[in-house]
């Protein structure tokens, strides 16, 4: 059983940064697609980053681009997520999710496994 537990999230101010953690037990971690998705209150959950199973491609959903970066270290079975410039609109919960096929995805459907959630609250 695959397990992921992300953390990091936090109370920022808007223009400062955070830095979330999602690490894998119990699976190959260096074989995931892995994503990180968010979702606020009465909203559906959308995707924010993705990378492959080697770290070679990323996506972004247009509202971090040039802003966050995911990356991961398979030796570690850990992927991050690097926010800079935060903004009010940041705010909700953050969820790592892993992908077995290898490659990430914008849609949530195509995932296997999530994490728990980590809280981001940014204020202006």
């Known amino acids: 059983q695959v397990q992921l537990a992300d953390s990091g999230g936090g109370l920022v101010q808007a223009g400062g940064s955070l830095r979330l953690s999602c690490t894998a037990s119990?699976?190959?971690?260096?074989?995931?697609?892995m994503g990180w998705f968010r979702q606020a209150p009465g909203k559906e959950r959308e995707f924010v980053a993705g990378?492959?199973?080697?770290?070679?491609?990323?996506g972004y959903a247009d509202s971090v681009k040039g802003r966050f970066t995911i990356s991961r270290d398979n030796a570690k079975s850990t992927v991050y997520l690097r926010m800079n410039s935060l903004k009010p609109e940041d705010t909700p919960v953050y969820f790592c999710?892993?992908?077995?096929?290898?490659?990430?995805?914008?849609?949530?459907?195509?995932?296997?496994?999530w994490g728990q959630g980590t809280q981001v609250t940014v204020s202006s």
């Open positions: 999710a892993a992908a077995r096929i290898g490659d990430y995805y914008p849609g949530s459907a195509q995932y296997d496994y």
């Open positions: 119990g699976g190959i971690f260096r074989t995931y697609g």
């Open positions: 990378i492959n199973w080697s770290g070679g491609a990323t």
